[in-house]
């Protein structure tokens, strides 16, 4: 495609459920993050993936976050168990791993209401 | 591993002054350091980047300025207008595609 793909754009999900967030990257970027924004605020960094490498999984609030990255293209988001202050928008960018850091590129996001 | 600081986190200026952000980074291995724009409900979008080679890159009304001895570099935004009302984000990462850490953030108003 031409761009990052995420989806759903929005999901509404009751307290307690289990949600999964989809993230299509760039044809052919090896990086790809996800970020949690939540309103007015900064992008928290949750989970980076490089190639083949092992994926850098820091900055996962807790244990009901995961995150896989399939042949190294399409990721999801899991989030178990969700609570209401897991409301926030999902961001996704990839960028393409070269012999210099290229430019990140961001979907629209997910945005999550856990009620 | 990088730690990003950036000030202010809310800058309100009159139209046609100058803007400036700033950013502290703690990894002497960065080299790369762009910065993102995002506007009200979008995704946030590369505007300028610089690379340690180099002190200062312009384009238009933008400019981003490094010292690598000090580990801080500026974004510098001169004539602001409305339309550069948004939140800017600045970031650095080691050479070749490692991660990239972001800032806090700065939510810039321009006023009429």
């Known amino acids: 495609g031409a761009g990052v793909s995420q989806s759903p754009s929005n999901k509404v999900t009751e307290k307690g459920k289990d949600v999964e967030l989809r993230c299509d990257p760039i044809?052919?970027?090896?990086?790809l993050y996800w970020y949690r924004q939540s309103l007015g605020q900064g992008l928290e960094f949750l989970i980076y993936f490089q190639g083949n490498s092992a994926p850098d999984k820091s900055g996962l609030p807790s244990d009901r976050f995961s995150a896989e990255r399939t042949g190294g293209s399409v990721s999801t988001l899991t989030i178990q168990r969700t609570q209401q202050e897991d409301s926030a928008v999902y961001l996704c960018?990839?960028?393409?791993?070269?012999?210099?850091?290229?430019?990140?590129?961001f979907g629209e996001g997910s945005r999550l209401t856990v009620l | 591993g990088e730690n990003v600081e950036q000030h202010p986190s809310t800058l309100s200026v009159q139209e046609g002054d100058s803007a400036v952000i700033k950013c502290t980074y703690s990894?002497?291995?960065?080299?790369?350091f762009p910065w993102y724009k995002q506007e009200l409900g979008k995704r946030p979008q590369l505007i300028i980047d610089?690379?340690?080679?180099?002190g200062e890159k312009k384009d238009q009304r933008i400019a981003v300025t490094l010292n690598k001895t000090a580990k801080h570099f500026s974004l510098h935004i001169t004539e602001t207008q409305p339309e550069d009302s948004a939140v800017y984000f600045c970031?650095?990462?080691?050479?070749?595609?490692?991660?990239?850490?972001f800032g806090g953030g700065t939510r810039l108003m321009v006023k009429p």
């Open positions: 970031a650095a990462s080691r050479p070749a595609g490692n991660m990239l850490t």
């Open positions: 990894d002497s291995a960065s080299n790369y």
């Open positions: 044809s052919g970027h090896t990086a």
């Open positions: 610089i690379r340690s080679n180099v």
């Open positions: 960018a990839s960028s393409f791993k070269g012999r210099d850091t290229g430019e990140l590129f």
